[in-house]
């Protein structure tokens, strides 16, 4: 039962950014959550772009809501447009930029735009990245393949799976269509095998010691002790 429920609440997910790429524009917008509240379901777009997202006067938003209502039985779906803090660890964003500038300056100078592009993603401060770019569009007689790669990543396990940004774009040119892939490890992730070994500081307490001046006593001499025992017999 709770299987069933994991899988048609991805399905729907699915289905639900796929709509919402066709209402607005792919490139506009990063990725999309959905989140249950008492008053309905509440859907955040995030996106590097929130102007091309809302529209004129939230014409967009508007359109979607009423869209969302009568086509996946949404009571009081609540859309909201959400900037990406850093679209340098985006790796949608950073895909989407590539394919951009494929389409405006074309295939030839892949490898500068995969070498700034990964300078860019490292200067963001991310743990490691990697572009694949592919195809039969890439201008290459040895490789239809180039990998720009720098940092820590991790190709397989749980961090792979589940903590890494990743997503696939695809440019279509004359020439053919590149593929492009791309990889992030961000500076958030906390690695299990990242031990850090804390020294702990020894305070030295201070303990000091009062001494006590004790004055020496005078020895009293023979005839002090002889005068003075005089003068204490009646």
């Known amino acids: 039962m709770i299987e069933k429920q994991i899988v048609s609440k991805k399905v729907k997910e699915n289905l639900l950014e796929g709509y919402v790429a066709e209402q607005i524009s ?17 859907i955040l ?33 609540q859309v909201e447009v959400v900037e990406l803090e850093n ?17 405006r300056y074309g295939p030839k100078r892949f490898k500068s735009i995969g070498y700034r592009s990964l300078q860019n993603i490292m200067d963001a401060e991310a743990l490691g990245a990697e572009i694949v770019i592919s195809g039969r569009g890439v201008p290459s007689s ?3 393949t180039w990998r720009f790669s720098a940092g820590h990543l991790k190709k397989s ?4 799976e589940n903590h ?5 774009s695809v440019a279509h040119l004359k020439s053919g269509s590149i593929g492009i892939k791309v990889s992030i490890l961000t500076p958030d992730v906390k690695l299990p ?8 500081e020894k305070e030295e307490k201070e303990i000091k010691v009062e001494e006590k001046n004790e004055e020496p006593k005078e ?15 009646p």
């Open 45 to 77: 777009v995030y996106t590097s772009k929130p102007g091309l997202v809302v529209g004129r006067a939230g014409s967009n938003i508007t359109k979607l809501t009423k869209n969302l209502k009568t086509k996946f039985d949404m009571e009081n779906p």
């Open 193 to 200: 095998d990242d031990i850090k070994i804390r020294e702990l």
């Open 219 to 233: 020895e009293k001499t023979e005839k002090e002790i002889k005068e003075n025992g005089k003068k204490e017999r």
């Open 157 to 160: 396990g749980d961090i792979s």
């Open 164 to 168: 890494m940004e990743k997503t696939i």
């Open 142 to 144: 040895r490789t239809k």
């Open 87 to 103: 679209p340098d660890l985006d790796a949608k964003s950073i895909a989407d930029r590539i394919v951009s500038s494929f389409e």
């Open 26 to 42: 792919s490139k506009a917008y990063s990725k999309i959550e959905i989140k249950k509240t008492p008053l309905g379901e509440r």
